[in-house]
């Protein structure tokens, strides 16, 4: 708002540029593909090359659901991926 713009002239040039146009949709749209292309190399760096192989003596079932699936991973990306982004 014109209320500061006397007194923070910097921080006025900065909003007034950011919230022209659709900069501010371009910035959330930026930040999605973001967060996208970090789930995305998480999932692959995470995945198993053989799901065959013995996994820490972990059963059949287990490494069913957390590898196979990948629901470990969507925890982690999770926590890691997206709630950063957001703190």
């Known amino acids: 708002p014109d209320?500061?713009?006397d007194?923070?002239?910097?921080?006025?040039?900065?909003a007034s540029l950011a919230f022209k146009g659709d900069?501010?949709?371009r910035y959330l749209m930026?930040?999605?593909?973001?967060?996208l292309l970090v789930v995305f190399v998480i999932n692959q760096c995470s995945s198993p090359l053989d799901p065959k192989v013995?996994?820490?003596g972990f059963s059949?079932?287990?490494k069913f659901v957390f590898l196979d699936i990948g629901l470990a991973m969507i925890?982690?990306?999770?926590?890691?991926?997206?709630?950063?982004?957001?703190?």
């Open 3 to 5: 209320l500061y713009k």
């Open 7 to 14: 007194s923070h002239p910097l921080t006025y040039k900065n």
């Open 23 to 25: 900069n501010l949709d």
């Open 30 to 35: 930026g930040r999605q593909f973001m967060v």
């Open 54 to 56: 013995d996994v820490l």
């Open 60 to 62: 059949d079932g287990i």
């Open 75 to 87: 925890v982690f990306t999770c926590i890691l991926g997206q709630l950063t982004t957001q703190v």
